[in-house]
């Protein structure tokens, strides 16, 4: 038979950590929350390293920023015929000067370009290749600055100065 001490011992070794019905829902609980959490946790790591710089509007034009070429090279002809001042002006400079618009002087405005025209030829020129108030810079663009002080002498000599001609730059010996 059966002894009834060894019978309390068999039964203990079989029951497990949960010894309530509390315990139980605990467990559960905890089972399902804990590796949700886990699993927030990982995908909140890993998207965090996909996300743009504080700060950038738009991703596809700050990646293209920062993976740009430094340096560039433009080809131009050298033999191309140089425009005068008053092609350059119809060109590049009659869009804002011929109507006045962002507060441009109109070409032939004598009283608005008095005050301009005696800060100087360089002055003026400067502000037309670097760019002033609405203004953008024309350097560097179409035209060289040898045709864009052409067209500063032409639209300050047709509106009340007397500046001279510029000098054409000499041509660059090969190396």
């Known amino acids: 038979m059966s002894d009834p001490s060894h019978a309390a011992t068999h039964e203990e070794e079989h ?6 019905p509390k315990q139980l829902l605990t467990a559960v609980f905890f089972s399902f929350v804990i590796p949700i959490f886990i699993i927030i946790g990982l995908v909140y790591y890993v998207t965090a390293q996909n996300k743009p710089a504080a700060g950038t509007v738009n991703m596809e034009k700050s990646v293209a920023q ?56 360089d002055a003026l020129w400067n502000s037309a290749l670097k760019g002033k108030n609405a203004m953008g810079a024309q350097g560097g663009g179409d035209y060289t600055d040898y045709e864009i002080a052409r067209a500063v002498v032409y639209l300050t ?12 730059p000499a041509a660059e010996a090969p190396n």
């Open 15 to 20: 029951t497990g950590p949960v010894k309530n």
């Open 157 to 168: 000599n047709g509106s009340g100065g007397k500046f001279a001609a510029p000098v054409k």
């Open 66 to 121: 920062r993976i740009q070429k430094i340096g560039s090279v433009e080809i131009r002809d050298a033999n191309r015929e140089m425009k005068t001042g008053e092609e350059v002006y119809a060109a590049q400079c009659s869009a804002c000067h011929a109507n006045g618009a962002a507060g441009s002087p109109k070409f032939g405005d004598v009283k608005a370009w008095a005050p301009r025209i005696k800060t100087g030829y």
